[in-house]
C-alpha cells in the first residue's frame, strides 16, 4: 500500500529555519517525482515544486523558487520542504504528493496522484 | 488569483446533478490533461478525476470530467452528502512549467 507520513506539526518563531518530511513507502521511491503542495489559511492548492529522487533533479514553481528548499534522500525515502528563515506568511498546511508522469501531445509533465496527510507549520511571534 | 478559474460554492440535494466548471488558457487546459481533486472536510486531497474524464480506480462513476478548448467541468450526478467537500481542477501550464490550480469549489449538500 502507497503511504506517504509527513512529520508532525510545527510552532515557529520568524526567522526561524525548519525542515519538514514525508516519509515514503510502498513503491519504488526513486521511480516517481515527489512534491509538495501549500494550503494557507482557508485558501487553496499551489503547487510549490517538486524532486526527482533517483537524480534530484529539482523544479519549482515560480512563486516558489528561492524562497524554499526541496530535496530527497532515497537511503531513507523521504522526500524535504525546507526554510532557512521563516515569515509569518508561511502559515500554511503543507503536503506532500507523489507526482505520477503523464504526457500530452506535445510534452510530459507530473502530476500530483497520492498526497500525504499535511503538516501545519505556524510561524509567530 | 489562481490561473484556473473555478466558481467558488456550488450546491444541490440529494439526488440532484451539479457540475463545476474550470476556465483556462491555450498554455494550461487548451494544451494539456485536466485533473480533478476532492478536499474532504479536514482532509488531505483526492484524485478524483485524470486525463480530463478517467476516474482511478475506487471513484464512483456518478462522478464524469469533460473538457473543451480552454474548460472543462466536473459532473456529480446523485448527489449524496458525503460529496459535499471542495473540489479542485488543476493541469500543467507549459508557460509557467508547473501545475497550476483552480481556486476551488465549495460544494454544499443542501
Known amino acids: 500500500e502507497v503511504q506517504l507520513v509527513q512529520s508532525g506539526a510545527e510552532l515557529k518563531k520568524p526567522g526561524e529555519s525548519l525542515r519538514i518530511s514525508c516519509k515514503a513507502s510502498g513503491y519504488s521511491f526513486t521511480n516517481y517525482w515527489i512534491g509538495w503542495v501549500r494550503q494557507m489559511p482557508g485558501k487553496g492548492l499551489e503547487w510549490m515544486g517538486i524532486i526527482n529522487p533517483g537524480d534530484s533533479d529539482t523544479r519549482y514553481s515560480p512563486s516558489f523558487q528561492g524562497q524554499v528548499t526541496i530535496s530527497a534522500d532515497k537511503s531513507i525515502t523521504t522526500a524535504y520542504l525546507q526554510w532557512s528563515s521563516l515569515r509569518a506568511s508561511d502559515t500554511a498546511m503543507y503536503y506532500c504528493a507523489r507526482h505520477t508522469e503523464d504526457c500530452s501531445s506535445n510534452l510530459c509533465y507530473a502530476i500530483p496522484e497520492r498526497w500525504g496527510q499535511g503538516t501545519l507549520v505556524t510561524v509567530s511571534s | ?110
Do not use: H
Request: proline fraction near 6%.
Open chain 2, 1 to 110: 488569483q489562481s490561473v484556473l478559474t473555478q466558481p467558488p460554492s456550488a450546491s444541490g440535494t440529494p439526488g440532484q446533478r451539479v457540475a463545476i466548471s474550470c476556465s483556462g488558457s491555450t498554455s494550461n487546459i487548451g494544451s494539456n490533461y485536466v485533473y480533478w481533486y476532492q478536499q474532504l472536510p479536514g482532509t488531505a486531497p483526492k484524485l478524483l478525476m485524470l486525463r480530463n474524464n478517467q476516474r482511478p480506480s475506487g471513484v464512483p462513476d456518478r462522478f464524469s470530467g469533460s473538457k473543451s478548448d480552454t474548460s472543462a467541468s466536473l459532473a456529480i450526478t446523485g448527489l449524496r452528502s458525503e460529496d459535499e467537500a471542495d473540489y479542485y481542477c488543476a493541469a500543467w501550464d507549459d508557460s509557467l512549467s508547473g501545475v497550476v490550480f483552480g481556486g476551488g469549489t465549495q460544494l454544499t449538500v443542501l
